[in-house]
């Protein structure tokens, strides 16, 4: 393994931040601030916005976080940088703000949020990312947003999102490609990020004979946290402190 992805195996992963609901609101910067103090690696979600400004943001549409139902991708930065997170003082963070505040105290695994043309919120990451100095990697459920990285940013690590897609408004075909990951000759991905629920299926044991790196999503307590660490490299968690 290179020395530069260690860290995806030996450092626990907060998803979306180690958040709270009631002061540290997922994808915020309390959140981040909460991760960097305990250790933990962060992971996050970017959308671009019809400006092209690049925010850190789950949801496609605002409504769960913000109460404000719209779309994310057709809002600008104006528009929703006032917004509070879930009642709190938080607001939505722009990802070039959330990498100044994180500047390599801890890694970070980005999720790339792309069901469109891939190339703006991939060419806008990498720029952001071209002066950053700490560990990170670039993740996506799109191969094509990974395969972007393959073929522009080929140094990057890259990792390829999956699982079982039950809940996805999806096209059969789309499901069965994307779950049986036969598109990972499009991402070349070094990892593969997939479903916890679906670690001791076929696709992923297929990538455990070639040495693939494994990662699960997402834990949200001891037990199935530690029943996916015994079927994969690392676990994502969230809702509790892995080290307690």
């Known amino acids: 393994m290179k020395e ?15 958040h709270c609901p009631k002061e540290a609101p997922e994808n915020s910067m309390a959140a981040f601030k909460r991760a960097i103090q305990e250790g933990f690696a962060i992971e996050l979600d970017i959308h671009l916005l019809k400006d092209q400004q690049v925010v850190v943001f789950h949801d496609d549409n605002l409504n769960r976080m913000t109460g404000f139902s719209k779309k994310i991708i057709d809002c600008t930065w104006d528009e929703i940088r006032h917004l509070k997170l879930l009642d709190t003082e938080e607001t939505i963070p722009l990802f070039k703000d959330v990498l100044e505040l994180i500047a390599g105290k801890v890694p970070i695994m980005i999720e790339i949020k792309n069901r469109r043309r891939v190339g703006k919120l991939e060419k806008e990451t990498h720029a952001l990312l071209m002066g950053y ?112």
């Open 4 to 18: 530069e992805m260690k860290w995806l195996t030996n450092t626990p992963i907060a998803h979306r931040g180690y």
């Open 133 to 244: 100095k700490g560990a990170f990697s670039i993740q996506s459920f799109n191969p094509y947003s990974v395969g972007w990285f393959k073929e522009n940013a080929p140094n990057i690590i890259r990792g390829q999102l999956s699982g079982n897609f039950n809940n996805e408004n999806l096209a059969l075909y789309k499901k069965f490609l994307l779950k049986n990951l036969f598109l990972n000759y499009v991402s070349k991905p070094h990892y593969i990020n997939y479903e916890i629920d679906y670690l001791s299926s076929l696709p992923v044991k297929i990538q455990q004979k070639k040495d693939r790196m494994i990662l699960g999503y997402t834990a949200k307590n001891h037990e199935e946290y530690q029943t996916a660490m015994d079927k994969s490299d690392n676990v994502v968690f969230e809702g509790f402190n892995p080290n307690r």
